[in-house]
């Protein structure tokens, strides 16, 4: 029980010396923990005056968690270096999840309308406290961009909700995966890491689109049914 209390302070309070009740004694931890604490009640309350409910606090919960995992979690090896591949083909485990973050976007703008461009600048906000600034930047603009087209596609498009979930992932998550692999492969060189072209090359980027992409067709589809069924307004904003 403890070592579950321990990692779940750890995950909260990201960067800190804070990894069980017992470390919240110290005073610079405490203040840490407070200022953190309040910073996490003010954004969820915003999101809660901006009339965000569940897929709104997934939101903003899911992107800084997936920022941290590209800086955390170890990519794995899908295809390893060799004449066809000279840097191999690398895909993190959480890549298909990334491509859900589109679909969710679509969600909690049922919800909140136009104000969900509000929730992704919080998103993004935190990303720079959970993740390295480095990945936060690269990341940060990837959704930026990739966000606001898929935003843009979604709010002016006449067609019917699992479609416009299908477009608008399958054009945003091409112009994120492009954004990201080129700041995480600047970055790796900076640090001396990797060469240049490490993370950015054709086989990568074609991995991480599709894994994108399925978590997208998926619900696109499911959404398709129930529209089918007659259970959700294929017009829906």
């Given at each position: 029980?403890?070592?579950?209390?321990?990692?779940?302070?750890?995950?909260?309070?990201?960067?800190?010396?804070?990894?069980?009740?017992?470390?919240?004694?110290?005073?610079?931890?405490?203040?840490?923990?407070?200022?953190?604490?309040?910073?996490i009640?003010?954004?969820?309350?915003?999101?809660?005056?901006?009339?965000?409910?569940?897929?709104?606090?997934?939101?903003?919960?899911?992107?800084?968690?997936l920022?941290w995992?590209?800086?955390?979690?170890?990519?794995?090896?899908?295809i390893?270096p060799?004449?066809?591949?000279?840097?191999?083909?690398?895909?993190?485990?959480?890549?298909?999840?990334?491509?859900?973050?589109?679909?969710?976007?679509?969600?909690?703008?049922?919800?909140?309308?136009?104000?969900?461009?509000?929730?992704?600048?919080?998103?993004?906000?935190?990303?720079?406290?959970?993740?390295?600034a480095?990945?936060?930047?690269?990341?940060?603009?990837?959704?930026?961009?990739?966000?606001?087209?898929?935003?843009?596609?979604?709010?002016?498009?006449?067609?019917?909700?699992?479609?416009?979930?299908?477009?608008?992932?399958?054009?945003?998550?091409?112009?994120?995966?492009?954004?990201?692999?080129?700041?995480?492969?600047?970055?790796?060189?900076?640090?001396?890491?990797?060469?240049?072209?490490?993370?950015?090359?054709?086989?990568?980027?074609?991995?991480?689109?599709?894994?994108?992409?399925?978590?997208?067709?998926?619900?696109?589809?499911?959404?398709?049914?129930?529209?089918?069924?007659?259970?959700?307004?294929?017009?829906?904003?």
């Amino acid at each position: 029980m403890q070592d579950v209390i321990g990692q779940f302070l750890s995950a909260i309070f990201y960067g800190s010396d804070i990894s069980s009740l017992a470390d919240l004694a110290e005073p610079a931890n405490l203040q840490h923990a407070l200022v953190v604490s309040v910073l996490i009640v003010v954004t969820a309350a915003i999101i809660w005056i901006l009339k965000g409910r569940s897929w709104a606090f997934i939101y903003v919960a899911l992107i800084p968690a997936l920022n941290w995992s590209f800086g955390n979690v170890d990519s794995i090896s899908f295809i390893k270096p060799n004449e066809s591949f000279p840097h191999g083909v690398l895909i993190n485990p959480l890549t298909m999840v990334t491509g859900l973050v589109f679909v969710l976007r679509d969600f909690v703008q049922r919800e909140i309308g136009h104000k969900v461009l509000i929730v992704m600048a919080m998103a993004i906000a935190w990303s720079f406290y959970y993740s390295w600034a480095v990945i936060a930047v690269a990341s940060g603009i990837a959704f930026a961009v990739s966000e606001t087209v898929d935003w843009l596609l979604f709010t002016f498009t006449k067609y019917r909700l699992s479609t416009r979930i299908l477009l608008s992932s399958a054009l945003a998550a091409p112009i994120d995966t492009t954004v990201f692999l080129y700041g995480a492969d600047l970055a790796q060189a900076m640090a001396g890491i990797a060469e240049r072209g490490s993370q950015l090359h054709p086989a990568n980027w074609i991995v991480f689109v599709i894994g994108k992409m399925v978590g997208a067709v998926v619900v696109s589809w499911m959404i398709r049914r129930r529209e089918d069924r007659g259970e959700v307004d294929p017009k829906a904003a």
